[in-house]
């Protein structure tokens, strides 16, 4: 099996297990099991959760793909220094954002790391490293910018819940927060990550 092709599969595999988990340890999978652990009427559940989804069906593909194009083009100093960078950012990621959230959320809440956001760390490290040797650490193909660069501005609008906006203006969930309406932070990130994509993308063609 060729590289790409089983670390696309080992992460989807990877973050499908996030799903029994969220069920039977940390109770998140479903509205009804997430309001009752945290005694709340607005919740995120696993679900519902496109940041959970996307890391299972769309990012394990694009991070294959560049496994695929550029992962020998990587030293093995390469691969740890960026591991290491990437581990940072994602408890600085998992600190700031996911446990200073407004509502509760299938990774944690209120300072509190779910067992599924335990098993994200990992996940969203590695993930962090591949995209940063992308970027800064691989003679990258116009072809290939482009292809990952779209790829991962579906990404952000899939982890900002932007897919759940439009279903919920039309079903109205009742348990279902309104994230980008009430939380100013959504927003920032959104363009913040759009424009991260377009620079980063960009640069590895022309630098």
């Known amino acids: 099996m060729a590289p790409g092709t089983l670390f696309c599969l080992t992460m989807a595999l990877w973050a499908a ?6 069920y039977f340890i ?10 009752q652990r945290f005694g709340t009427g607005k919740v995120i559940p696993a679900v519902a959760d496109f940041f959970i989804w996307a890391d299972i069906f769309w990012l394990p593909w694009i991070l294959g793909y560049i496994v695929a194009k550029e992962g020998n083009q ?13 581990l940072v950012l994602t408890c600085l990621f998992q600190k700031f954002v996911v446990l200073t959230g407004e509502w509760p959320a299938t990774l944690g809440w209120k300072g509190r790391t779910t067992f599924v956001g335990g098993l994200h760390i990992p996940y969203m490290s590695v993930a962090l490293a591949i995209l940063g040797l992308h970027f800064f650490r691989s003679s990258v193909e116009p072809q290939t910018a482009l292809v990952v660069g779209i790829a991962l501005v579906v990404q952000i609008g899939l ?7 439009f279903i919920q203006d039309h079903y109205q969930f009742v348990w279902y927060p309104n994230i ?4 100013a932070k959504q927003l920032w990130m959104l363009a913040g990550g759009f424009s991260a994509v377009v620079a980063f993308s960009l640069l590895s063609v022309f630098l």
């Open 180 to 183: 980008l309406g009430e939380d």
């Open 74 to 86: 990587w030293s093995r100093w390469d691969v740890i220094c960026m591991g290491l960078l990437g």
């Open 17 to 22: 297990l996030w799903l029994p988990a969220a």
């Open 159 to 165: 982890d900002l819940h932007l897919p759940v906006k």
């Open 26 to 35: 940390d109770q998140t999978l479903l509205p009804g099991q997430m309001m």
